[in-house]
């Protein structure tokens, strides 16, 4: 079975400080795994995608996340926060159905707050 | 490239009621799915649409029906509409068989009195 657990619900930071979000998963086959970002009254938009390829992935806005098998994590990073980062983030792993239907899983969210 | 549109926005009804929400997927996007996003929670997956027919569903009862149209657009209905029913209805569009990027619209928001 495949799950995924943001370990923070809520993270602040400061403007200018580096943004952590953790993210692990379980899955029983090779993970397809995701970073959605939310901003107030918006939709989801992609930050980023892993899929077997690279394991240290760089996406839009400065984000980048590493996956790491062995710790079976999935954790987001930015070397420094932006006000408009302020927004809810939310890890996604990707498993296959019958029919190569992929079923996402989504985690709860982490609230990042950056503070001026 | 239009990508994926949602209406209407905002939307206000009663117990009881029936409502209709609905998406244009991205050019080229022939799957669509629907998610419902309560206030402060994450997004539950309502279902899926692929060759105008549902494609797997989440834990929701009957009343939450869909359709999907030659040009891939879809509908969401809601009949006999409750409070708890009061959420962001999510629409995404992708390539049937690619991996889970999702393109999302904005979302209409539905309020139940």
């Known amino acids: 079975a495949q799950s995924v657990t943001q370990l923070d619900s809520h993270v602040s930071v400061s403007e200018g400080t580096p943004v952590l979000l953790r993210c692990n998963y379980s899955s029983s086959y090779s993970p397809s795994l995701f970073w959605y970002v939310q901003h107030p009254n918006k939709g989801l938009q992609l930050l980023l995608k892993y899929t077997s390829a690279a394991t240290l992935v760089k996406g839009i806005n400065g984000f980048e996340a590493e996956f790491k098998k062995s710790e079976t994590s999935f954790h987001l990073t930015k070397p420094s926060a932006h006000m408009s980062d302020a927004a809810e983030y939310f890890c996604v792993v990707s498993a296959h159905n019958a029919g190569n239907n992929r079923k996402l899983i989504w985690g709860l969210g982490t609230s990042l707050a950056v503070n001026p | 490239e239009t990508g994926v549109t949602q209406s209407p926005t905002h939307l206000i009804k009663t117990r009881g009621q029936q409502v209709t929400l609905r998406c244009s997927s991205q050019s080229g996007h022939n799957t669509v799915s629907w998610y419902q996003q309560a206030l402060g929670q994450g997004p539950q997956f309502i279902f899926q649409?692929?060759?105008?027919?549902e494609n797997g569903r989440g834990n929701f009862p009957p009343r939450f029906s869909g359709l999907q149209f030659p040009n891939y657009s879809s509908e969401l209905n809601v009949n006999a509409l409750e409070l708890d029913d009061s959420a962001l209805y999510l629409c995404a569009s992708r390539p049937w068989g690619a991996g889970g990027e999702l393109f999302f619209g904005e979302g209409s928001r539905l309020t139940v009195l």
């Open positions: 649409y692929y060759r105008e027919e």
